[in-house]
């Protein structure tokens, strides 16, 4: 069920493509085209498919400049005006909950981006929920019927988002071990809901409310006085703005769970934000996410 699904989601992502190229990577080998993370679009160079153990070229094929528009286009809805917001940001979220990274001439305008002028690069992320992911460790962050603040742990591309999204799911939801919260979901980058004019494409759980596109220093003192919320959720925790908002949470009686750049807590503690995450006493435990794609493993550790 996982293949022929892994070969669905390949599918639909291929299906932005122009016809040509969308030629080219079907014909990708299946264990290929079921590992494919992303596809890669640059001007005048090969179609690229991105993998756990690297970026391959799709032989034969040669990207344009109209190849970038069109995806744009399909990914748009031909209304690229409604997706204005998100576009001038770095990227575009399609129907299905493919997110578009967008590379190329930016149009600076003080510290903020009005858009691009010149699109050079496309990278269409294929997002694949894996239900039950967050299963093996669930039972770790639940004491006495409730959640405990959780912080999770990986290098870039290793699963936290996977991770954290199917944690959020089951907290929703509700499991034998605790009940359904309220979660209110900081989707900064549109990575975890993929929000699609409202609705969010990939599965939250019933009781999430989604902050879309938001800052997190923003976002959550907003969800705090309008979303009444059991549980903050919150990806890629990063520069100090982000800690003092997650901080800030704590002291009104919500569970965190939040996801930070690292291979382990060592590497965590190396950093001034993540020290002062750990030093805060806000988080109990701390997921380590090893190796990758169907190899991953996960480690809880008890915080102080």
Same mark, same amino acid.
């Given at each position: 069920?996982?293949?022929?699904?892994?070969?669905?989601?390949?599918?639909?992502?291929?299906?932005?493509?122009?016809?040509?190229?969308?030629?080219?990577?079907?014909?990708? $080998?299946?264990?290929?085209? %079921? =590992? *494919? !993370?992303? &596809? /890669?679009?640059?001007?005048?160079?090969?179609? #690229?498919?991105?993998?756990?153990?690297?970026?391959?070229?799709?032989?034969?094929?040669?990207?344009?400049?109209?190849?970038?528009?069109?995806?744009?286009?399909?990914?748009? $809805?031909?209304?690229?005006? %409604? =997706? *204005? !917001?998100? &576009? /001038?940001?770095?990227?575009?979220?399609?129907? #299905?909950?493919?997110?578009?990274?967008?590379?190329?001439?930016?149009?600076?305008?003080?510290?903020?981006?009005?858009?691009?002028?010149?699109?050079?690069?496309?990278?269409?992320?294929?997002?694949?929920?894996?239900?039950?992911?967050? &299963?093996?460790?669930?039972?770790?962050?639940?004491?006495?019927?409730?959640?405990?603040?959780?912080?999770?742990?990986?290098?870039?591309?290793?699963?936290?988002?996977?991770?954290?999204?199917?944690?959020?799911?089951?907290?929703?939801?509700?499991?034998?071990?605790?009940?359904?919260?309220?979660?209110?979901?900081?989707?900064?980058?549109?990575?975890?809901?993929?929000?699609?004019?409202?609705?969010?494409?990939?599965?939250?759980?019933?009781?999430?409310?989604?902050?879309?596109?938001?800052?997190?220093?923003?976002?959550?003192?907003?969800?705090?006085?309008?979303?009444?919320?059991?549980?903050?959720?919150?990806?890629?925790?990063?520069?100090?703005?982000?800690?003092?908002?997650?901080?800030?949470?704590?002291?009104?009686?919500?569970?965190?769970?939040?996801?930070?750049?690292?291979?382990?807590?060592?590497?965590?503690?190396?950093?001034?934000?993540?020290?002062?995450?750990?030093?805060?006493?806000?988080?109990?435990?701390?997921?380590?996410?090893?190796?990758?794609?169907?190899?991953?493993?996960?480690?809880?550790?008890?915080?102080?």
């Amino acid at each position: 069920m996982t293949g022929n699904y892994d070969l669905r989601r390949y599918g639909e992502a291929c299906a932005l493509l122009p016809g040509r190229l969308r030629t080219a990577a079907l014909l990708a $080998e299946e264990r290929v085209q %079921a =590992a *494919a !993370e992303e &596809l /890669r679009l640059r001007i005048d160079r090969p179609l #690229g498919l991105t993998l756990p153990e690297g970026e391959v070229s799709m032989p034969g094929t040669r990207v344009i400049r109209d190849d970038l528009e069109q995806v744009l286009d399909r990914a748009t $809805e031909f209304s690229r005006y %409604a =997706a *204005a !917001e998100t &576009l /001038r940001r770095g990227y575009v979220t399609a129907r #299905g909950g493919f997110r578009i990274g967008v590379c190329g001439t930016a149009l600076p305008e003080g510290e903020d981006s009005t858009g691009f002028r010149d699109i050079s690069s496309l990278a269409l992320r294929i997002p694949r929920v894996r239900e039950g992911a967050a &299963l093996p460790v669930l039972p770790e962050l639940v004491e006495d019927g409730r959640h405990v603040s959780a912080l999770v742990l990986s290098p870039p591309g290793g699963g936290k988002t996977t991770l954290l999204r199917d944690l959020v799911r089951l907290v929703s939801t509700g499991t034998d071990l605790a009940p359904p919260c309220r979660v209110s979901l900081v989707d900064e980058r549109g990575e975890l809901a993929a929000m699609h004019r409202g609705r969010p494409q990939l599965d939250v759980g019933d009781h999430t409310d989604v902050l879309d596109a938001c800052p997190k220093a923003l976002a959550v003192p907003m969800l705090l006085r309008s979303m009444n919320p059991q549980v903050i959720a919150l990806d890629e925790v990063a520069g100090e703005a982000d800690v003092a908002a997650v901080l800030s949470a704590a002291g009104c009686g919500c569970a965190l769970l939040a996801t930070v750049h690292a291979a382990g807590l060592a590497d965590l503690e190396r950093r001034e934000t993540g020290r002062a995450l750990l030093q805060s006493g806000v988080f109990r435990r701390a997921v380590t996410i090893r190796g990758r794609g169907r190899e991953r493993s996960y480690q809880v550790e008890v915080l102080p």
